[in-house]
């Protein structure tokens, strides 16, 4: 499995970014997905994350209503689309997938998660 996430760069607060992640294996359909993020100096946390079918969306609590996850099945894509953002939203982005097939719902948390990639980063500036 290979995760490659884009679409990051520098934007004033207020603005907006939409991430992307291709997903490069077998399967994507029947697991979750998740974004993930990293500021420096802090441990990295979860952001939000999207069931297998899609039916399913669960966001940490300082995004919540800003950004929307979403997927393509059809195009082995994930999405993170944020809007309204912050300073404190400036961070390493990562998107990874859950570790069990097509589990029930969302875990917000990265414990579920396995095989993130490469980042990509977001910095907000004031």
């Known amino acids: 499995v290979q995760l490659q996430a884009s679409g990051g760069g520098v934007v004033q607060a207020g603005g907006s970014l939409r991430l992307s992640c291709a997903y490069s294996?077998?399967?994507?359909?029947?697991?979750?997905m998740g974004w993930l993020r990293q500021a420096p100096g802090k441990e990295r946390e979860f952001v939000a994350g999207?069931?297998?079918?899609?039916?399913?969306?669960y966001y940490t609590a300082s995004v919540k209503d800003r950004f929307t996850i979403s997927r393509d099945n059809a195009k082995n894509t994930v999405y993170l689309q944020m809007n309204s953002l912050k300073p404190e939203d400036t961070a390493v982005y990562y998107c990874?997938?859950?570790?069990?097939?097509?589990?029930?719902?969302?875990?917000?948390?990265?414990?579920?998660?396995?095989?993130w990639g490469k980042g990509t980063e977001v910095t907000v500036s004031s």
């Open positions: 990874a997938r859950d570790r069990l097939l097509k589990r029930p719902g969302v875990v917000g948390s990265i414990t579920p998660y396995e095989y």
């Open positions: 294996g077998r399967s994507f359909s029947s697991y979750g």
């Open positions: 999207i069931s297998w079918s899609g039916g399913s969306t």
